[in-house]
């Protein structure tokens, strides 16, 4: 089992960079796909980002895709996720996601495969 905790959010004026954090514990990090979603209120959670376990392999939401860029560190059992050139439209709460699976699995919000959320992380982009 994977536990996760999201930290690095907060708010920004449209057009600056923020950069998330998604520690993880427990055994076996690298063999999770690790993905980003988002959920403004009143809205679904949506999916942001995914990386493969072994970190060669990305994927990006179009809203954010040459925007926001997704890595990990096996090593630190780390993900990231570098938001720039941000829109008021990025506001929500962001949440780590790992998946025992594949990254097209972790892109969909629930799988056959196990997923572990984090608690969430609030960004905040003011025009």
């Known amino acids: 089992q994977v536990q996760l905790v999201e930290s690095g959010g907060g708010s920004v004026q449209a057009g600056g960079s923020l950069r998330l954090s998604c520690a993880a514990t427990?055994?076996?990090?690298?063999?999770?796909?690790m993905a980003w979603f988002r959920q403004a209120p009143g809205k679904e959670r949506e999916f942001v980002a995914v990386?493969?376990?072994?970190?060669?392999?990305?994927y990006y939401a179009d809203s954010v895709k040459g925007r926001f860029t997704i890595s990990r560190d096996n090593a630190k059992n780390m993900v990231y996720l570098q938001m720039n050139s941000m829109r008021p439209e990025d506001t929500a709460v962001y949440y780590c996601?790992?998946?025992?699976?594949?990254?097209?699995?972790?892109?969909?919000?629930?799988?056959?495969?196990?997923?572990?959320w984090g608690q969430g992380t609030q960004v905040t982009v003011s025009s």
């Open positions: 990386v493969n376990g072994g970190g060669y392999f990305t």
């Open positions: 996601k790992a998946t025992l699976g594949t990254p097209a699995q972790a892109m969909a919000l629930s799988s056959s495969a196990p997923d572990y």
């Open positions: 427990g055994r076996g990090f690298s063999t999770h796909a």
